[in-house]
């Protein structure tokens, strides 16, 4: 083999205000012919090989949130969070499992006990990460992030992912207490307009709601106090 053909073969190898924080307190209720024969087998059997991998890992890691979630349940945010002596926590469980499924829920977790803990910078981060699915779960964890960014008052942040939970898994019970966040959000931001479109969008599309009333009196008050 000449030193070409060798050459060329080496070569081929992320405060808010009181009524906010009293309707934040209410909700806390994803080489040719032969090399490429070769290429392809070799991918077949390293994809099977990480997918049984994986769900390995993901069953282990289920196995091991056992003990956080125990913590979580009593409130215990730290231990959720931080784990023991003996068992992991949340935020050591979304670093070793990070490419699994409970992994991914292990973050959202985590992100639900910063918020507890009053460290919204860090749920923001961790919530961040977490890849919602399209449904009530999701709206949930987007409600989260909502509220941790409201926290940080970065309040056109927030109102923006309320809307988005309020979207994302659309129904009479959550969906308008979303968008009330939003509009509150909005109004802290000072956008007028897109507040008032929130509690109109409540009374248009969930006139049973509970929040309906309560949006009547939010638009007419943005209304009032901010017509051109």
């Keep these: 083999m000449s030193e070409e053909q060798a050459a060329k073969s080496s070569a081929e190898v992320s405060e808010a205000a009181n009524p906010l924080k009293a309707l934040w307190k209410k909700f806390q209720e994803r080489r040719w012919l032969s090399y490429v024969t070769l290429a392809v087998v070799v991918a077949v059997v390293g994809f099977v ?10 069953e282990e890691c289920l196995r091991e949130m056992r003990f956080a979630e125990s913590y979580f349940r009593q409130d215990s945010f730290e231990k959720a969070l931080a784990g023991t002596a003996t068992a992991m926590g949340f935020a050591q469980l979304a670093e070793a499992y990070s490419y699994t499924e409970a992994g991914n829920l292990c973050r959202l977790y985590a992100g639900l006990c910063y918020l507890r803990l009053n460290k919204p910078e860090a749920a923001v981060e961790m ?26 008052k970065e309040f056109k942040k927030a109102a923006r992912c309320y809307e988005k939970a309020a979207r994302l898994h659309r129904n009479s019970q959550t969906s308008p207490l979303y968008l009330i966040h939003a509009g509150l959000c909005y109004e802290l931001a000072e956008e007028w307009e ?8 409540i009374t248009r599309k969930y006139p049973m709601a509970t929040e309906s009333s309560t949006a009547q009196k939010h638009l007419a008050r943005v209304r009032t106090q901010h017509a051109h």
């Design 49 to 58: 090989s990480y997918r049984q991998y994986r769900r390995s890992q993901n």
């Design 194 to 201: 897109k507040a008032a479109s929130m509690y109109e969008e």
């Design 127 to 152: 919530l961040a990460k977490y890849e919602a699915p399209d449904s009530y779960l999701g709206g949930i964890a987007l409600g989260a992030l909502a509220g941790a960014y409201a926290e940080l």
